[in-house]
Nanobody, 128 residues
Framework: QLVESGGGLVQPGGFLRLSCAGS????????IGWFHQAPGTVREDREG???????????LYGESVKGRFTIFRDNANNTVYLQMNNLKPEDTGVYYC????????????????????WGQGSQVTVSS
């Protein structure tokens, strides 16, 4: 399973680091993505904001977060992180991590092809 943590309430311009911890399998064997579900939207509306490949750690980012968010792996701890800087009110929502087979881009977001696992989500609220 995947377990997200690190969400919370932050002021605009602030930062958070989300964690996606794997249990029962190695995250290094999977492409991993972080998905944003905005308030009032449904599962199908989730947008990929950051994705990392399994083979060479190639990264892709959604247009709305480029230059602000960074996805990276910590294989020793079987965890993938999402560093979120310069947060904006429109970043508010629930963030989910997903593990699948490969990454690709469907502008303006990144996509995980053939998702095998989803996490339960972590709430991020950006507000003054």
């Amino acid at each position: 399973q995947l377990v997200e943590s690190g969400g919370g309430l932050v002021q605009p311009g602030g930062f958070l680091r989300l964690s996606c911890a794997g249990s029962g399998f190695s995250l290094d064997d999977y492409a991993i993505g972080w998905f944003h579900q905005a308030p009032g939207t449904v599962r199908e509306d989730r947008e990929g904001v950051a994705c990392i490949s399994s083979s060479d750690d190639r990264t892709l980012y959604g247009e709305s977060v480029k230059g602000r968010f960074t996805i990276f792996r910590d294989n020793a701890n079987n965890t993938v992180y999402l560093q979120m800087n310069n947060l904006k009110p429109e970043d508010t929502g629930v963030y989910y991590c997903a593990a699948g087979e490969r990454i690709t881009t469907v502008q303006p977001m990144c996509v995980i092809v053939a998702v095998h696992y989803w996490g339960q989500g972590s709430q991020v609220t950006v507000s003054s």
